[in-house]
């Protein structure tokens, strides 16, 4: 299975490592100034779960030109047009994609272009950031990917990626209902932002605090307002 691995970021750089150590074909789709950097420098990841460095294989959007058999999207939802433009060339009659970005207007937009049976679903759950000096880390030894198809024409090709996905270290799970799945991450990420803003303050900041353990433990908190960030 030929591999395409849109972007060499936190995500994507990580992924696309985990999976070159599980033995897959896998080419970066990147910007000229990172593909320049992975030339000299290579690709680097740290991580409890192991480390990898080592050469990588890849291309700007000028030099594709070729179908791949999966392509991974690893970018922010601001990049989804610019994107889906550049993977025009890899998406060929038996091409899927498989999005690793939250929310679920990024499916409205791939289902409208390349139809749903070739658009997976994708969820990672894990804690990774790409430093200035190139080295992506990975905080804690938490990593999982659920992946599963949309429709039973992607069925085939979802169980291909989990095989190849299920070589590298952490939880991989093969979802009959993906789309739960992508719920169940949609509605944590909607919960926690809603806390982060009425409380005004990190998830850190927020469990600190003594009054929120003892509201977690259903005692009424005493004095909220007490303890919010001021505006500003």
């Not at 999207?73 to 993977?87: F, P, V």
């Not at 091409?95 to 049976?117: K, M, R, T």
């Not at 024409?153 to 996905?165: Q, R, V």
């Not at 409380?199 to 353990?213: C, E, L, N, S």
């Amino acid at each position: 299975m030929r591999i395409l691995m849109v972007g060499a970021g936190a995500i994507g750089g990580y992924y696309g490592a985990r999976l070159l150590q599980a033995g897959a074909d896998v080419t970066f789709l990147v910007r000229p100034g990172r593909r320049a950097a992975l030339a000299s420098q290579g690709l680097s990841v740290r991580s409890e779960l192991g480390d990898f460095d080592g050469p990588v294989n890849a291309i700007s959007s000028d030099e594709l030109k070729t179908p791949f058999d999966a392509i991974v999207l690893s970018c922010k939802a601001y990049d989804l047009d610019s994107a889906i433009q550049d993977i025009r060339p890899a998406v060929g009659p038996g091409s899927v994609i498989l999005p690793f970005l939250n929310g679920f207007g990024v499916y409205d937009h791939l289902d409208a272009e390349f139809g749903q049976d070739r658009v997976l679903g994708g969820v990672a759950y894990i804690a990774v950031t790409l430093g200035a000096d190139g080295v992506i880390r990975h905080a804690g030894t938490n990593d999982v990917i659920v992946v599963g198809a949309r429709s039973a024409a992607g069925e085939p090709m979802a169980a291909a990626l989990h095989g190849s996905l299920a070589e590298s270290p952490g939880l991989r799970s093969h979802a009959s209902d993906v789309v739960h799945a992508l719920w169940n991450k949609w509605v944590m990420l909607a919960s926690g932002a809603m806390m982060n803003c009425l409380m005004r303050g990190t998830v850190t900041d927020i469990v600190a605090r003594p009054v929120t353990a003892n509201a977690s433990c259903g005692k009424q908190c005493p004095n909220a307002a007490a303890w919010r960030r001021p505006r500003g």
